[in-house]
Every structure is written in structure tokens, then in C-alpha cells.
């Protein structure tokens, strides 16, 4: 079965989808979207220099984009233009891979491939770091959930129950280089961000409570994975972009329900009333 | 070393002194807390109050002195507010339940607090300003505290809503027997229910009953000699700074 690149692609992009959504949902809560992005970005540069000394660029990335978040994580709190420190550090780092790409020969063709990700080209062993990759991640988000939460809310409520908010979000922090690192293979550096948040944002409007955000918002990153490959396939398109591009189809279709329901319901009240 | 006659001591802070970079923000302070005491902390913006509680928290690095904390002392903290952004779907009864240690008693004595089975469901986000105070004390008292911290806990209520919520506070000592410390700028309404009264600003000024407090030259300097007596003019400037937040 796993000798058809189909069926690979399709376990790839729903491993990646699984692993992203429930953390893209508190990439959203937090605010850290455009973290995600600089961390994601700086995984091109973890790319390039496994390229350039032949190493996996699995470890390439998640060890570059390990030490750009851990370097922005430090300095949290200590700077005031940390959002200026991401754009810095995301974008250098980003600028640096590609420059460093142009010298080793050949693989300029490849450069696409880890922008927008190459999900028809999975291997079984890219499969299995991206299935471990899940796990890792799943485990340590159901282990420091409440955790995660009430440190999102409020540190000083943290730290007064125990807890120490800063070693919990360095724990989001490795969630995230894992998760770009896996999905470098399938959306690549320059999309992974969108499967992190836009399957998030999706979910948003459907549910109460936070962790049944997160598993709306793996339903909707394992149906966008699927639908975006078959679109792929039949309009013979980029696979990486098609699954982002039905990632926010499905984002306009709820937000538009969600606008519909709000003014029927309004409706409906001012009927009772008047 | 936390015992002192009859009173058992839950919080003792001797010649506290914390730093943020070079800049002092709390110089000597010496403080203690018994059980069934209600403590008041006042001080202008910037006088180290919240810093005070991050020390006893024990989520900010000490300079030295020493802040020692009673055995498996249960605290209860209320904050300012939560950053709770708009993306993030939370009912009130699942804020209530990711409180650690919580016990049944204690979240039948947080839905006391909510005062309407309503508001369990309901979205933290869309709470008022009132509700949403009642929802974090509620959430303090998830594991019957033997303290409760509360951070300018009436920011952002009217006068008749702080008046009513330090009415809870004053109930929760009495039914629990519950010490509490507090921080407020808010003198008038919390001036008579406390035991203490402390004036700070990055050192302890003045201490002691509301009434002394109040007259003491230091307190006087601190607020302006106008503050007594012109309570009118004073809630007037607190809820504008309510609406501000």
C-alpha cells in the first residue's frame, strides 16, 4: 500500500495536518503567528546548510528553527521591538538559506520543493519522521494542555498554581520547530504557517470550548490535506498550494455560516420581541 | 519561625528586596500575613504592588532578603484580567476546571460566588467587567485557598460593584477563614473592612489600622492631603480610569 506515492502523499499531508492543527490553535490564542512564520522561514536556512554538508534536512530544519525560537523565546520579555526581532532574525536567516543554496550546484531546481513543499515525492522514511513527528507533538500538547491554557490566560495565575510559564512555552516552541520542520516535505517553509493558523481560525466559529477548537480544526487540516491533494491531482496543479488554497476555502465557508447564523438568530430574537 | 502567639503565620516576608535591572523596586520590605487577616496593600502606579505579589508567587528572581511561605500553603490568586484573546472559545465552567488541586467544595463555593447558573456556559469574552471579576474569584476558590491574592481586584467596577465584591471578600473570610491580601487603590471601600493597612512605595511608608493609616502624614504626602474626605472626587477619577480599561 505504501508503494503508491498517493496514498504516501495522502498520510503525509494528514500527519502534517494532525500535528499542526491542535498547536496552530494556540498559535492563534497567543498571538504567535508571525513567530510561527519567522521560525518557519528561518527552516530554510537549517535546509540549505544540510544541503551544503549532506546531512538530513530533517535535522537541518528542526535544529535552525530550534535556535531561532529559542533566541526569540530568551528574548521575550527582555526587548520591546520583539516583533521587529522576529521579522529580523525570520528574514535573515531566510535570505541567508537562499544565498547559501546558490552555491552548491544543482539543487537550484530543488529550492521549490522546500519552498511549497514536494508531497508527491515522499519517501517511506520522510513518512515515518512525519508520523513520529505527530506523536511528539500530540503527546506533548495532551500532557501540558490545562497547562498551555492557563499560562495563555494569565502567567501570574500560572506561576501562583506552580506552574513556570516560561518552561511551558518552550515546550510550544519545540512543538512548533517539529511541526515545521515535518511539514517542510509537504507545504514547505513559506506555507507551513498557513497550516498551523488556518485551520484554526476555521474551526473558531464552530465550537464553545477550546479543545473542541482543536479537534475541528484537525478535522478541517486532515479534509483540506486530502481535498488539496485530489485537486492537485485532477487540475494538475502544486500540490502544497492546493491544499492552502481548499484550507481557506473552508475558512470563507465558515466564517460565512457563522455571519448567517449570527444575523438569523438576531432575527429570530426580534421576532420574539416584537 | 511562622508562629507568633495565638496567630498562625501563612506568608512572612523579611527585608525584601527585588530589582529589575539596576532599577530598585522594592527595598525592605518586611510584611506578614495571619490567617483570617485581611491586608490591604495601597500605592501609587509604579510603587512595586504587583511586584510584591510576583515575590511571593515565587515567578520573579529575588535580590535578597527572604519571602517564606507556610507549608502546602493553598493560594488562591485573582489577577487584573486575562489575556483572553478572541480566538480562544472558553466557557466560564471550563476556566473554572482547568484550576489546579480544585475540589467539589471548592467549586460549589465558586458557583456561589457566580451567583447564577447562567453564567457557567457562558463565553468569557462576552462577560461584563462584573461578571468577569466574580468568574476569577471563582476561579481562586477552586481549591479552598488558605490565602487569596487579589490584584487590584475592583479595576474596572463602579462603585456600588466594588462595594458588593468586597462585601464577598469580607463573607469568603468568614466562611472559610480564608486569609487575604490584596492590592488596591481603591481606599475608601477597602479602608473598612481590612485589619492592615500598608502604604507602598518600593518601601513600606506607613502601616497599620485604616483609620491610622489614613491620617498618617506619609499616606497624606502619598495621595495628596485632598483625598480625605473628597470620596466623591475620588471614585469620580477611579471609574474613568475603569472605562479607560
Known amino acids: 500500500m505504501l508503494d503508491d506515492f498517493m496514498v504516501r502523499a495522502a498520510l503525509a499531508g494528514m500527519g502534517v495536518a494532525l500535528a499542526a492543527a491542535p498547536l496552530g490553535c494556540f498559535v492563534v490564542w497567543r498571538r504567535m503567528a508571525y513567530f ?80 511549497i513543499g514536494d508531497i508527491l515525492s515522499v519517501s517511506k522514511t520522510d513518512l515515518l519522521l512525519i508520523w513520529i513527528g505527530l506523536v511528539i507533538v500530540s503527546v506533548l500538547l495532551f500532557w ?77 487540516g486532515m479534509l483540506s490535506a486530502i481535498l488539496g491533494l485530489n485537486a492537485s491531482y485532477v487540475f494538475d496543479t502544486p500540490t502544497g498550494p492546493s491544499i492552502v488554497c481548499v484550507a481557506s476555502l473552508i475558512f470563507i465557508i465558515t466564517l460565512a455560516l457563522s455571519f448567517f447564523a449570527e444575523q438569523f438568530s438576531a432575527v429570530v430574537k426580534n421576532k420574539k420581541e416584537s | 519561625m511562622l508562629k507568633s502567639g495565638n496567630n498562625i503565620m501563612l506568608i512572612e516576608i523579611q527585608n525584601l528586596n527585588v530589582a529589575y535591572g539596576r532599577k530598585k523596586v522594592l527595598e525592605n520590605v ?85 451567583d447564577s447558573d447562567d453564567l457557567l456556559s457562558s463565553q468569557i469574552s462576552n462577560l461584563s467587567a462584573g461578571q468577569l471579576q466574580r468568574v476569577l474569584l471563582g476561579h481562586a476558590l477552586m481549591n479552598e485557598p488558605d490565602v487569596l491574592l487579589l490584584d487590584e481586584a475592583t479595576r474596572g467596577l463602579d462603585q456600588p460593584g466594588s462595594a458588593a465584591f468586597y462585601k464577598k471578600i469580607e463573607e469568603i473570610r468568614e466562611t472559610t477563614g480564608c486569609a487575604i491580601l490584596m492590592i488596591s487603590h481603591d481606599l475608601h471601600v477597602v479602608m473598612s473592612a481590612s485589619n492592615r493597612v500598608i502604604c507602598l512605595n518600593g518601601h513600606i511608608c506607613c502601616q497599620g489600622e485604616p483609620k491610622s493609616v489614613a491620617a498618617s502624614p506619609e499616606y497624606a504626602s502619598m495621595f495628596g492631603s485632598k483625598v480625605e474626605g473628597t470620596l466623591a472626587l475620588y471614585h469620580h477619577n477611579h471609574s474613568h480610569e475603569g472605562k479607560g480599561s
Open chain 2, 30 to 114: 518586611t510584611l506578614t500575613l495571619s490567617k483570617n487577616e485581611i491586608v490591604t496593600i495601597v500605592g501609587p502606579n509604579g510603587s512595586g504592588k504587583t511586584t510584591l505579589f510576583k515575590a511571593i508567587i515565587g515567578s520573579i528572581p529575588i535580590k535578597s532578603g527572604s519571602v517564606v511561605i507556610k507549608q502546602n500553603l493553598k493560594i488562591g490568586y485573582v489577577p487584573q484580567v486575562l489575556n483572553i484573546d478572541r480566538s480562544l472559545p472558553l466557557t466560564v465552567e471550563r476556566f473554572l476546571k482547568l484550576a489546579k488541586n480544585r475540589n467539589d467544595q471548592g467549586f460549589l463555593r465558586a458557583q456561589q460566588i457566580l
Open chain 1, 36 to 115: 510561527g512564520e519567522s521560525t518557519a522561514h528561518a527552516a530554510l536556512l537549517g535546509v540549505s546548510l544540510s544541503l551544503m554538508f549532506e546531512f538530513s534536512v530533517f535535522l537541518g530544519a528542526i535544529f535552525v528553527s530550534l535556535l531561532m525560537a529559542s533566541l526569540v523565546t530568551l528574548a521575550q520579555g527582555r526587548s520591546l521591538f520583539l516583533d521587529t526581532l522576529l521579522g529580523v532574525a525570520g528574514h535573515t536567516s531566510l535570505a541567508t538559506g537562499l544565498v547559501v543554496v546558490s552555491f552548491i550546484s544543482g539543487v537550484r531546481i530543488e529550492l521549490m520543493a522546500y519552498l
Open chain 1, 144 to 220: 501540558r494542555w490545562s497547562a498551555l491554557l492557563l499560562c495563555t490566560l494569565n502567567e501570574d495565575l500560572a506561576a501562583s498554581s506552580g506552574l513556570n510559564p516560561r518552561r511551558e512555552s518552550y515546550a510550544l516552541t519545540i512543538g512548533l520547530a517539529i511541526v515545521v520542520a515535518v511539514g517542510i516535505k509537504v507545504v514547505g517553509v513559506l506555507l507551513i504557517i498557513s497550516m498551523l493558523i488556518i485551520p484554526a481560525a476555521s474551526a473558531r466559529s464552530l465550537v464553545s470550548t477550546p479543545e473542541k477548537m482543536a479537534v475541528f480544526a484537525s478535522l478541517i
